[in-house]
């Protein structure tokens, strides 16, 4: 097992030791090809703005602070006291979006409800998707693989964002940092769906079904029929996945597609790209509690690493850079996250540059 481990982390070094460069902050000089990412290892409150601060935002217009308010059952998801200041200074509302399977943040009231156990009670918040979902074209965009994406019908409402952004582990992603905070954070169920599987979900046990229409009357599309047995027209289905919300029996869910080579990760950065591309956004990522599983994970594992800081910057691709090479430093791998889950994340921030989301090189600076 140990030879195996050492072998993954040689292979994570081989992909990542020509793309990324930290460059020292003796050797900085204001180069344009370089990333100013700003570095705090005590994790509090006041440095959370201190960060903010740092990046010389001064607050306007109506401001959305994307974060994640935890599972239920999670026990690693960040401390809403430590936005506190930062929510005060901005006058900002917290902003989520629904998740796709079916469970406590599936629907808007129970998220909200949760939201207030977990601590989040002293700031507005706004499920974005609560009234639906917009569509936003790609045309012109160069993308692979969307003509268009589904987000929270909110998301247009807010003249800026901050992406607050635990970086931690996740079992599809490799790592869940800001880019995967934007892509599956803004997405509604329906832009969930088309990120990990096909665009209509599938039907387990229809057999199952004892015809209460529920999911008939639900669906925007009239894809539903019970004609025969219940049934999807595909060629009508818009892929929203109310269906998988709406049915008592929990007998639809995303199709089971098996996606080859790096497809989920350009799907994630695409619907990331969508995001930055339209709304003016800065970055922080909290370094903290990181086990190797989202903290969509009710039952996430205790962390693997410990406490390592906070990390602020307007580059989206250096922020997660940095974050990636202070978690491979302080765990001793060069693939922590290939080595602790199984999976590498390294080609989202590949694809995001090729893209011209940021810079995978970049420069540290450490306030004091």
């Known amino acids: 097992m140990k030879k195996i481990t050492m072998l993954l982390c040689l292979l994570a070094f081989a ?94 009231d129970r998220h909200l409800a949760l939201a207030a156990e977990h601590g989040f009670t002293f700031a507005p918040i706004d499920i974005l998707d609560s009234e639906g979902e917009i569509d936003i074209p790609t045309t012109n965009m160069g993308l692979k693989h969307y003509k268009s994406v589904k987000l929270g019908k909110h998301f247009m409402d807010y003249d800026n964002y901050i992406i607050y ?33 096909s665009d209509y979900p599938q039907i387990n046990s229809p057999e199952k079904c004892v015809g209460c229409a529920n999911c008939v009357r639900n669906c925007p599309a009239a894809a539903l ?65 990181i086990s190797a599983s989202c903290d969509c994970s009710s039952r996430a594992p205790e962390p693997f690493c410990g406490d390592i800081g906070m990390l602020a910057s307007k580059d989206i691709v250096a922020i997660d850079q940095a974050s990636f090479d202070l978690v491979a430093e302080k765990h001793k791998c060069n693939d922590p996250f290939l080595k602790e889950s199984g999976k590498s994340g390294l080609s989202q921030l590949d694809y995001a540059q090729s893209l011209g989301m940021g810079n995978r090189k970049y420069v540290l600076i450490e306030i004091k």
């Open 15 to 108: 992909c990542i030791g020509s793309k990324a460069q930290r460059i020292d902050q003796k050797d900085y000089h204001g180069q344009k090809d370089v990333s100013v990412v700003y570095f705090i290892k005590e994790i509090t409150p006041e440095n959370v703005l201190k960060l903010y601060e740092a990046l010389g935002e001064e607050p306007k217009g109506k401001i959305g602070v994307k974060l994640h308010f935890g599972e239920k059952g999670n026990k690693n998801f960040l401390n809403p006291e430590l936005t506190r200041p930062l929510m005060k200074k901005t006058n900002a509302t917290w902003v989520e979006t629904n998740v796709l399977y079916v469970g406590e943040r599936r629907y808007t």
């Open 165 to 197: 952004t635990h970086f931690k582990g996740h079992g599809s992603a490799g790592f869940g940092g800001a880019i995967k905070n934007l892509a599956m954070g803004f997405a509604s169920p329906g832009g969930k769906m088309a990120q990990h599987a």
């Open 225 to 289: 029929s019970l004609e025969g047995g219940i049934h999807i027209d595909t060629s009508k289905c818009i892929g929203c996945a109310k269906c998988i919300a709406e049915c008592p029996l929990k007998l639809f869910s995303p199709s089971q597609v098996e996606l080859q080579g790096s497809t989920f990760m350009e799907r994630l950065v695409e619907y990331a790209y969508v995001a930055w591309k339209t709304k003016p956004m800065v970055f922080i990522n909290v370094l903290a509690n």
